[in-house]
């Protein structure tokens, strides 16, 4: 599904839907750890001398909060929209490293597990969001 034979795309346009694996469009856990497989659905279809195609794409991932270094699940729903200039000679197209790009673009800059999460005890290394530090440094 993610590389498409430019010859099948018509002005009527091509649906299709699938679901893969985060590798298959070459996301590794260290970029974000999907939980399931990802769902993608694409409307490709031509314009003139041009490949549009509008990528919906559906899954449930895992972050690591900022301060507690707990995990963070969530669902996410993104969608976004791709162009490909039809060159002499092309004959496929291939969506999933754009797909992977976007995906990566549209991460959080910082995830918390919670607005206010307290974080983890400087001295201990204790999470302070459960129960109250017990070790002896002074809090600030």
């Given at each position: 599904?993610?590389?498409?034979?430019?010859?099948?795309?018509?002005?009527?346009?091509?649906?299709?839907?699938e679901k893969v694996d985060q590798a298959a469009i070459g996301?590794?856990?260290?970029d974000v750890q999907y939980l399931s497989p990802i769902a993608?659905?694409?409307?490709?279809?031509?314009?003139?001398?041009?490949?549009?195609?509008?990528?919906?794409?559906?899954?449930?991932?895992?972050?690591?909060?900022?301060?507690?270094?707990?995990?963070?699940?969530?669902?996410?729903?993104?969608?976004?929209?791709?162009?490909?200039?039809?060159?002499?000679?092309?004959?496929?197209?291939?969506?999933?490293?754009?797909?992977?790009?976007e995906l990566i673009l549209n991460l959080p800059t910082r995830?918390?597990?919670?607005?206010?999460?307290?974080?983890?005890?400087?001295?201990?290394?204790?999470?302070?969001?459960?129960?109250?530090?017990?070790?002896?440094?002074?809090?600030?």
């Amino acid at each position: 599904m993610l590389k498409i034979s430019v010859r099948d795309v018509t002005s009527n346009g091509l649906v299709l839907s699938e679901k893969v694996d985060q590798a298959a469009i070459g996301l590794s856990d260290n970029d974000v750890q999907y939980l399931s497989p990802i769902a993608i659905k694409a409307k490709v279809e031509r314009v003139e001398n041009t490949i549009l195609a509008h990528v919906t794409v559906d899954g449930d991932f895992s972050l690591v909060c900022a301060r507690c270094l707990e995990d963070v699940k969530e669902k996410k729903h993104q969608e976004f929209d791709f162009d490909y200039p039809i060159e002499k000679g092309v004959e496929f197209i291939e969506l999933g490293e754009d797909i992977r790009q976007e995906l990566i673009l549209n991460l959080p800059t910082r995830v918390l597990c919670k607005a206010d999460c307290k974080g983890l005890c400087p001295s201990c290394g204790g999470n302070l969001n459960g129960n109250a530090c017990k070790c002896s440094v002074k809090k600030f």
